[in-house]
């Protein structure tokens, strides 16, 4: 989708969460979006986590972008691998909660996760990581839908998987 999502793209089922994302995201580009990531990560993930599986695929580059460039500037010495370390566990808590409905998403939202996923592979072992699925059990309290989704989403349920027995060491 290269045309900016509209208020129901976003807002589906008339969720609280998905409210709060059309006054987040609504009428916003990519790049706005990413613009805003830097210091507002932490609440507009809630809104990527919940809102309308269109408007997910066409926001979630903006999400992949700002993980890559904090990588970027790990790589390049800045100090960053906290704020590196939580974006993968927000994007792991993204991940976790659209797998609730796995079987609503687009393809190209799926595959929006599924690259997620893979960015976040390295930071399963992290102690905020471990710590954060261990004492409120996210993960482990969404199994229910690995099993329950679409052949057609075998792989990433393969993936969700793997990573779901890693946290659970």
């Known amino acids: 989708m290269s045309q900016l999502p509209r208020q129901e793209d976003i807002n589906v089922y008339d969720s609280l969460d998905e409210r709060s994302a059309v006054r987040?995201?609504?009428?916003?580009?990519?790049e706005d979006i990413l613009q805003?990531?830097?210091?507002?990560?932490?609440?507009?993930?809630?809104?990527?986590?919940?809102?309308?599986?269109?408007?997910?695929?066409?926001?979630?580059?903006a999400w992949e972008q700002f993980f890559h460039d904090l990588t970027a500037k790990l790589q390049e010495g800045a100090d960053c691998i906290e704020?590196?370390?939580?974006?993968a566990l927000w994007t792991m808590c993204i991940i976790s909660i659209r797998a609730l409905w796995l079987d609503k998403e687009t393809p190209e939202a799926a595959a929006a996760l599924r690259r997620m996923l893979t960015d976040c592979e390295h930071h399963y072992h992290s102690a905020a990581c471990l710590q954060y699925y261990a004492e409120d059990a996210r993960l482990c309290g969404y199994a229910e839908c690995f099993i329950e989704m679409p052949p057609e989403l075998q792989e990433l349920r393969e993936e969700c998987g793997r990573?779901?027995?890693?946290?659970q060491g």
Do not use: I, N
């Open 24 to 30: 987040s995201f609504l009428g916003k580009t990519r």
């Open 36 to 61: 805003r990531l830097p210091g507002e990560y932490s609440s507009l993930q809630e809104d990527l986590a919940f809102m309308g599986p269109v408007a997910f695929a066409y926001y979630a580059p």
């Open 83 to 87: 704020t590196l370390d939580d974006v």
């Open 163 to 167: 990573m779901r027995q890693t946290l």
